[in-house]
């Protein structure tokens, strides 16, 4: 039997504290920026600190070990979570941006040189682009874009003739945080190693949303947040197949990264914990294993289906509305949940305004994918993105108060 979606509610605190008066009732539709989280996640969170809390991976004292083996097997669920083939494959960062950097800065920096060419998408969230320029700039490299179609989606054959024998990196998102489309990057990923590239996925928007894949996929790099996924803000993921993070240098260095160290030298721990200098988030990792745990028991099944039918229910009414663009596909099923759209004459942060004076929350600017915008010939526009366990009430809310949004600015209906 299907869950039903109000005790499924219940179960975020945040939700129950709108209810009781504790915080200010709103509809949540920033879910593409960060994700609410179940009490689950946020007891997990708590409890490493309430009984197991010492520093981990350093001391042999109980309380060590415990937060160490939270700390690992967090690790483990991870690893289970995106199917990698090892634990040694999983590195713990702050989040997806710190990940690329990763990347960007140890591998990025040494295997890119003057002449080599780095591909990204022109809808990359500055993320997966900023880094990328760093290492183009830095290394006498050119970067160059794939562009998109109107309806948010990239043209295989185009980027078939993009990846060279030039191109070292192709660097792009598997879900664009604009325009919600899905890419396809397990035949991206098999055009660039046809070619000797490696591929880097901005995995931000798509984990919170569908069964990660990374051996079938066969990405080398994959990168996401807990936070957009129902877990922690403050822990993120980088998975990097093992041959390639083996061979690359530390991109931080410092304590608990190192094997040995002498006065001008030093020897590296092994993999993971060659990429994880300092005092790690253990309280985050065991948050994140709770996150994964709480998506299997709800299933990507339900979570998808009630996406859909809420994507649905939003897009065919936006559409019915005179004065409103909605960009990317018209087809609920390539959005993800995230509508990006725009009222003729108003203002996205007006928009936005507008709608927290009816209790209802989105996101208005350039949404941190300038380059994008630019491409589509706006500054900025406003974005609701939804989540499985946003309600048809909250969408309707949402449409009602968007139907009036012109009248009450001054431009008519
Ligand atoms: N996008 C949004 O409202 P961090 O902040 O490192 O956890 O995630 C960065 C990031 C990287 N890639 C994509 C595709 C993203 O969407 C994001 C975060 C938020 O769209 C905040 S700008």
Known sequence: MMPDINEIRKEFPIFENMKSGEVLP???????????????????????????????????????????????NARKSVRDFINASSASEIIFTRNTSESINLVAYSYGLTKVNEGDEVLVSIMEHHSNLLPWQMVTRKNGATLKFIE????????????????????????ITHVSNVLGYENPVKEIAKLAHE?????????????????????????????????????????????????????????????????????????YAELPHKFEAGTVNAAGAAGLDAAITFMKRIGYEYMQERELMLTKRALDGLVKIPHIIVYGSDKAENHTGILTFKVDDVHPHDVSEVLIADSIAIRAGHHCAQP???????????????????????????LESIATIRERMGYGK
């Open 26 to 72: 709103f509809a949540y539709l920033d879910n593409a920026a960060t994700s609410h989280r179940p009490k689950c996640v946020i007891d997990a969170e708590m409890e490493l600190y309430e009984k197991h809390n010492a520093n981990p991976l350093r001391g042999s004292y109980p309380l060590s070990v415990e937060a160490t083996d939270i700390y690992e």
């Open 148 to 171: 998109c179609e109107s309806d948010g989606s990239v043209d295989l054959e185009k980027v078939k003739e993009l990846i060279t024998e030039k191109t070292k990196i192709v660097a």
């Open 195 to 267: 070619k000797g590239a490696v591929i880097v996925v901005d995995g931000a928007q798509s984990t919170p949303h569908m069964k990660i894949d990374v051996k079938d996929m066969d990405v080398d790099f994959f990168a996401f947040s807990g936070h957009k996924m129902f877990g922690p803000m403050g822990i993120g993921v980088l998975y990097g197949k093992e041959d390639l993070l083996d061979k690359m240098p530390p991109f931080l260095t410092g304590g608990e990264m190192i094997d040995s160290v002498s006065r001008y030298d030093a020897v």
């Open 372 to 398: 994008l915008l630019q491409y589509l010939g706006v500054n900025s526009t406003a974005r609701a993105s939804l989540m499985f366990y946003n309600t048809e009430d909250e969408i309707d809310r949402f």
